[in-house]
C-alpha cells in the first residue's frame, strides 16, 4: 500500500467527535466515576490493592506514604504521583469518608482546608475496614486485568464484604457526567442489604425503615423525607443540610449562637470567616464575635451576640447566607456493567448483591478445588502410612525421586499427585499420631466440601452466607448515627427587624414619583420647603417613619407600588429622589403618584376604596397587597381601567366596619351621594361598579368619603376662579349609578366646571393657582358657605389652572 493511500480523508467533526468520544469514555470508566460494586474509583481501586500486596495492612506498622505512592505509580496507576496522594489523603479523612479506609500518621488536613503535609512525611496503612473489601481477592473472585504495561496483573473490582459505594459516598465530574453520592451510616446500610436479600421485591418505603437516609461524617442536621424518597428513587434530588446549633445565654442578658455541627464538605475556616464578614459588614445587627473555638475534642464555632439581639433570628439569617445551612444534590451515578448510569438505592444494592453472589460462588469454587485436592493428598498419604513398610522398601530400591514417583504409582496405584507427596514426605512425619491428624484433617475436608457443595448447588444457602457475612461486618464495624434527619424542609423566614436597625426617618415622595428616605439630622439640618424638584412637581407625602414601616404607592393608572421604607434610596434632605421608574420596569408613561398609605403591618379588615375618572368604584382589601415576590422590579394591579384614558381619581383606606358615604363631583359640576355599602368588595384585578352615570364628555374629578350622619362641608372650585363652601346634607342621597344633582347653578353662556371638590374640615388655607401663574392664598374660614343653587364668590379674572393644599 502507497503513502498515499493510507492517508484517510477525514471531516474535523468526524475526527473530533471520534476522539473526544474515546477519551470521555477513558476517563468516565478510568477515572472519575465509581463502580456501583465496590464503590471504587480505579486510583482508590489501586491504592487499596497495592498496599495490601506490599503487606501494608492495618496490625503491620505504619510505611512511609511515599514508597506507597511509588509503588502504586510503578505497577498500576501511570499517572502523576500528587493525584494518587491526594485521593490516598482523602481516603483517610475521618470528614469525608463516614468509614475512612486508610489510616495516616502525620498531617492529613483539616476541615479549614489546610493541605496535607507532603508526602515523604507523612506514613499510612490500611484501615481494618479495608481488609474486608479485600478479602478473598487472592482466590480468583474477581477478573484481574494486565496493568498499563503488561507487567502485573490488577483487579477490576475488589470483592468488598459491605457496599462501600453508599457507606463511604462518591463525588467526582468527568466528560458529560458528574457524581454525587451521600455517605451512609454501615449499620443501616448492612440492614437495608439483608431485608433485600430476604424480600427481593421489597418497595422503597420499606428499604427506607432500614436505611432512613444519609449519615454523614461531620453530623448535621438533613431535612426532607419526600425529596429523600424522590432521590433513593431516582438517584437525583435535593434536600437541605443544616449545621447543629444551640442558642447558650452568656451573663448581662446576652447570648451566643454555638454550632457543633457542620455541614458535609463545607471548609470551616471560610465558613467563619463569612460570618464575620457579616458582622463587619453590618449586613445584620446584633453580632459582637465571631469566634472558631474547635479543638481536638471536637468542633465548635461561637457567635457572640449583642444585648436584646433575637438569636433565633440572626440563626435564620445565618442559615440562609452562609454554608451553615446548604442544598445537598443528589445525582447517584456510578458505572454498571461498564457504563455510567443514574440509579437509585434499590438498584444500588441488587447490584452490589449480585455482585457479592459472584464472589461467594468463585471463592467456594475456588475453596471445593483447593479442598479436593487436599482431599486427594491426605487420601494418599493416610494409605501410604497403613503399608509404610512397603512403601519405603520400594523408595529405597528406587534409583531416584523420579524413579520412586513411577515405582509408587505402578505397585500401589497412587496418582502422581499422591506420589509426590509421598516422596516429599519429611521423616518426622512418620509417627503414630499422624494418622490421627491426617484421619482428622479428612473428615474436615469431606464437611468443607459437603458445605461449599451445599453453597454451591442451593442459593438459599449461599444467601444465607452472605447474611451472615454482612452481619458480621456490622457488628465489627457499626457505629451510631451522626446526622439527624428531620421530615419537612423548614422554611427560612427572616424577619425584617432582625435585617435592619429600627431608625426612624423622614419619608418625602413627590406627585410625579420620586421618592427618599432622609435622616432626621439631615432634615433638621434644612428647611422643610428645601426640596429640590420641578416647578410642576409637588409633595405628595411627608412625614417620619420607621425603617420597620411600609408603603404602599397608588398611581393614578391603577397600579399599587409596594416599598419597605428602609428600601428607599437615602439621601439628604433638599436632594432629589429616585424616580419610582429606576426599578418598577411596568410603569406607564405620565403615570403618576396619586395616593401613599404608610403603615407597620398589613390590616386583614382594612381595605382600599377607589374611584376613577370615568365614574368607576370599588372595594378591595388591603390584604390583596400583601408582600408579592417580585414588588422590587413591578407594580400590582389595584384596579382594571377600561380605557386608556381613565385614570383613578381619588383613594382611600377605611376599616371593613366603618360606615361611610360616598360623594362624587363631576366636571360638569353633578354631585351624587350614595351608601358606600352599595359598592362590592372585589380582588384587585377587577374594574369595579360604575359609581355614577356622567353625560357624554363628562368626567369625575373628585370623590370622598363621608362619615354617615355627619354633614361637613365641601369647598368646590371652579374653572372660572370660583370658590363655593357648602354643606353634604344639601345633596339629597341617592343610590349608586344614578346622575345625581347639580352643585353649581347652570349658565348658559360661559357655565362654571368643577375643577377640584374638598372636604375642608382638616384644612385652613388652600392656594390657587391661574393660567397666568399668579398665585391666590385663601383663608377657608372667610369664605362663605352657600346652598346648592349658589355658584360662590370669586377670586380671579382668569382661569384657574390647579388648587394647591397646605402640604403641597
Known amino acids: 500500500m502507497s503513502e498515499h493511500q493510507r492517508v484517510q480523508e477525514l471531516t474535523l467533526e468526524e475526527v473530533m467527535g471520534d476522539r473526544f468520544g474515546r477519551y470521555s469514555k477513558y476517563i468516565i470508566q478510568e477515572r472519575a466515576l465509581p463502580d456501583i460494586r465496590d464503590g471504587l474509583k480505579p486510583v482508590q481501586r489501586r491504592i487499596l490493592f497495592s498496599m495490601n500486596k506490599d503487606g501494608n495492612t492495618f496490625e503491620k506498622a505504619f510505611r512511609k506514604s511515599a514508597k506507597s505512592v511509588g509503588n502504586i505509580m510503578g505497577n498500576y496507576h501511570p499517572h502523576g504521583d500528587s493525584s494518587i496522594y491526594e485521593a490516598m489523603v482523602r481516603m483517610s479523612q475521618d470528614w469525608k469518608l463516614r468509614e475512612p479506609l486508610i489510616e495516616m500518621h502525620g498531617n492529613n488536613g483539616s476541615m479549614d482546608g489546610d493541605p496535607p503535609a507532603a508526602m515523604r512525611y507523612t506514613e499510612a496503612r490500611l484501615s481494618k475496614l479495608s481488609g474486608e473489601l479485600l478479602q478473598d481477592i487472592d482466590k480468583e473472585t474477581v477478573e ?39 455517605t451512609h451510616n454501615l449499620g443501616e446500610v448492612i440492614d437495608g442489604t439483608i431485608y433485600l436479600i430476604d424480600h427481593p421485591n421489597a418497595t422503597l418505603e420499606k428499604l427506607m425503615e432500614f436505611i432512613p437516609g444519609p449519615d454523614f461524617p461531620t453530623g448535621g442536621i438533613l431535612q426532607g423525607k419526600k425529596e429523600l424518597k424522590k432521590a433513593y428513587e431516582t438517584g437525583k434530588g435535593k434536600v437541605n443540610l443544616r449545621s447543629k446549633t444551640s442558642i447558650e445565654p452568656l451573663k448581662a442578658g446576652r447570648e ?27 449586613k445584620v445587627e446584633g453580632i459582637s464575635e465571631v469566634r472558631d473555638e474547635s479543638d481536638r475534642t471536637g468542633l465548635r464555632i461561637v457567635i457572640e451576640l449583642k444585648k436584646e439581639v433575637d438569636a433565633s433570628g440572626i440563626l435564620n439569617y445565618l442559615f440562609k447566607n452562609t454554608d451553615l445551612q446548604i ?79 513411577l515405582n509408587l504409582m505402578t505397585q500401589f496405584e497412587f496418582t502422581e499427585e499422591q506420589s509426590e507427596a509421598i516422596v516429599s514426605l519429611q521423616l518426622y512425619r512418620l509417627t503414630n499420631t499422624d494418622i490421627t491428624a491426617l484421619e482428622k484433617e479428612s473428615a474436615d475436608l469431606h464437611q468443607q466440601i459437603a458445605l461449599l457443595n451445599e453453597i454451591l448447588g442451593n442459593d438459599k444457602e449461599l444467601f444465607k452466607l452472605m447474611k451472615t457475612e454482612l452481619r458480621q461486618v456490622k457488628k465489627s464495624y457499626s457505629s451510631e448515627r451522626l446526622t439527624r434527619l428531620e421530615d419537612t424542609i423548614e422554611e427560612i423566614t427572616i424577619e425584617t427587624s432582625v435585617l435592619i436597625p429600627q431608625e426612624d426617618v423622614m419619608v418625602s415622595i413627590t406627585r410625579e414619583g420620586y421618592l427618599k428616605r432622609s435622616s432626621l439630622r439631615s432634615y433638621n439640618a434644612s428647611k422643610e420647603d428645601d426640596i429640590e424638584m420641578k416647578d410642576t412637581d409637588y409633595l405628595m407625602f411627608s412625614g417620619q417613619l420607621n425603617t420597620h414601616d411600609n408603603l404602599l404607592l397608588l398611581t393614578t393608572k391603577g397600579n399599587m407600588i409596594y416599598r419597605p421604607v428602609y428600601e428607599l434610596t437615602d439621601k439628604k434632605w433638599k436632594d432629589v429622589g429616585e424616580h419610582f421608574s429606576q426599578t418598577i420596569n411596568n410603569s406607564v408613561l405620565n403615570e403618576q403618584i396619586l395616593a401613599v398609605f404608610p403603615f407597620a403591618q398589613i390590616d386583614e379588615q382594612a381595605q382600599f376604596v377607589l374611584m376613577t375618572r370615568e365614574g368607576m368604584i370599588k372595594q378591595t382589601l388591603m390584604s390583596e397587597f400583601t408582600m408579592w415576590r417580585t414588588y422590587k422590579s413591578r407594580s400590582s394591579l389595584a384596579i ?34 350614595f351608601d358606600l355599602s352599595e ?45 363655593k363652601r357648602m354643606k353634604v346634607s344639601e345633596l339629597s342621597k341617592l343610590s349608586r349609578a344614578k346622575r345625581g344633582l347639580m352643585v353649581l347653578k347652570e349658565l348658559k353662556n360661559n357655565p362654571h366646571r368643577v375643577i377640584n371638590a374638598f372636604l375642608d374640615d382638616k384644612l385652613t388655607t388652600i392656594i390657587i393657582v391661574d393660567e ?3 398665585d391666590y392664598l385663601i383663608d377657608l374660614s372667610k369664605v362663605p358657605i352657600n346652598d346648592r343653587q349658589s355658584n360662590g364668590s370669586s377670586y380671579t379674572d382668569a382661569n384657574v389652572s390647579s388648587v394647591l393644599f397646605e402640604n403641597q
Open 144 to 182: 484481574f486485568v494486565w496493568n498499563f504495561d503488561d507487567t502485573e496483573k490488577e483487579p477490576t473490582v475488589l470483592p468488598a464484604r459491605y457496599p462501600n459505594l453508599l457507606i463511604n459516598g462518591s463525588t467526582g465530574i468527568s466528560a458529560g457526567y458528574a457524581t454525587e453520592i451521600p
Open 256 to 282: 451566643q449562637i454555638v454550632v457543633m455541627e457542620i455541614p458535609y464538605e463545607v471548609n470551616k475556616a471560610s465558613l467563619v470567616k463569612k460570618i464575620d464578614e457579616i458582622r463587619l459588614n453590618k
Open 327 to 405: 442544598n445537598y444534590n443528589f445525582n447517584m451515578v456510578a458505572i454498571n456493567r461498564l457504563r455510567p448510569e443514574q440509579v437509585g438505592l434499590i438498584a444500588i444494592l441488587k447490584a452490589y448483591i449480585d455482585h457479592r453472589e459472584q464472589v461467594i460462588r468463585k471463592r467456594s469454587q475456588y475453596d471445593l478445588k483447593k479442598a479436593k485436592a487436599r482431599l486427594h493428598i491426605v487420601d494418599g498419604l493416610i494409605k501410604a502410612l497403613s503399608i509404610l513398610d512397603q512403601v519405603i522398601a520400594v523408595i529405597r530400591g528406587s534409583k531416584n525421586k523420579r524413579d520412586a514417583k
Open 640 to 673: 382594571k381601567l377600561k380605557s386608556d384614558t381613565d385614570i383613578v381619581v381619588a383613594a382611600e383606606l377605611i376599616k371593613s366596619t366603618d360606615k361611610k358615604d360616598v360623594l362624587l363631583v363631576t366636571n360638569q359640576a353633578y354631585g351624587l351621594l
Open 679 to 723: 359598592v362590592p368588595c372585589v380582588g384587585a384585578r377587577a374594574a369595579g361598579v360604575k359609581g355614577i352615570n356622567l353625560k357624554t364628555a363628562d368626567f369625575v374629578v373628585s370623590g370622598t368619603l363621608i362619615e354617615r350622619g355627619t354633614s361637613p362641608t365641601v369647598t368646590i372650585v371652579t374653572n372660572r376662579g370660583s370658590l
Open 772 to 774: 397666568k401663574g399668579q
